[in-house]
T-cell receptor
Framework: GESVGLHLPTLSVQEGDNSIINCAYS??????FIWYKQESGKGPQFIID?????DKRQGQRVTVLLNKTVKHLSLQIAATQPGDSAVYFC?????????????FGQGTILTVHP | DTAVSQTPKYLVTQMGNDKSIKCEQN?????MYWYKQDSKKFLKIMFS???????INETVPNRFSPKSPDKAHLNLHINSLELGDSAVYFC??????????????FGPGTRLTVL
């Protein structure tokens, strides 16, 4: 069935390193992708999004890359900080009749060591 | 000035009971959602409402009934609670519910524990 998944469930990095979190999706009709960050005890928080007509989008310290050929999405965090420690989710929206419906991946736990 | 708020934050109850979780958003958004997050952190949409009208109704037991008295509120009522209902429930809202642009803003979650 249609799904969004992550290759690595956990990622541990040192403070100052760059982090890359990966996500694979299977629904070729998906046209909008979002990365969310969820800190312990809190709700998911929007980080960055990208539409299917783009292959790269940059924010503050974060970059999302989209490779539609292999249905792969990644989130790059530059100069990772302890405050970046959280669970990161990718989500997709297939558009069309999937009105506002996001399908979330399983999540990757990012741990940043000082 | 909380954007999306939920009450209660924690809810512990016995099997068979009926309980409600309330959600309010002050963002002026037209669309609200309920998600369930299981113990493995998997997030799955349950319902969405746009201007008080049900838009998304996933395969959820009919013991779960959302109610939207106005577009700023979306409450979730659960009848005959079961052990498997234990999870964290998140409310979210977005401007219009458009699939290609809207950011969904999440509440802090309600941790439901059924004993």
């Amino acid at each position: 069935g249609e799904s969004v998944g992550l290759h690595l469930p956990t990622l541990s990095v040192q403070e100052g390193d760059n982090s890359i979190i990966n996500c694979a999706y299977s629904n070729s009709a998906s046209d909008y992708f979002i990365w969310y960050k969820q800190e312990s005890g809190k709700g998911p928080q929007f980080i960055i999004d990208i539409r299917s007509n783009m292959d790269k989008r940059q924010g503050q310290r974060v970059t999302v890359l989209l490779n539609k050929t292999v249905k792969h999405l990644s989130l790059q965090i530059a100069a990772t900080q302890p405050g970046d420690s959280a669970v990161y989710f990718c989500a997709e929206n297939a558009g069309g009749t999937s009105y506002g419906k996001l399908t979330f991946g399983q999540g990757t736990i990012l741990t940043v060591h000082p | 000035d909380t954007a999306v708020s939920q009450t209660p934050k924690y809810l512990v109850t016995q099997m068979g009971n009926d309980k409600s979780i309330k959600c309010e958003q002050n963002l002026g958004h037209d669309t609200m959602y309920w998600y369930k997050q299981d113990s493995k952190k998997f997030l799955k949409i349950m319902f969405s409402y746009n201007n008080k009208e049900l838009i998304i109704n996933e395969t959820v037991p009919n013991r779960f009934s959302p109610k939207s008295p106005d577009k700023a509120h979306l409450n979730l009522h659960i009848n005959s609670l079961e052990l498997g209902d234990s999870a964290v429930y998140f409310c979210a809202s977005s401007q219009e519910g458009r699939p290609d642009t809207d950011t969904q803003y999440f509440g802090p979650g309600t941790r439901l524990t059924v004993l």
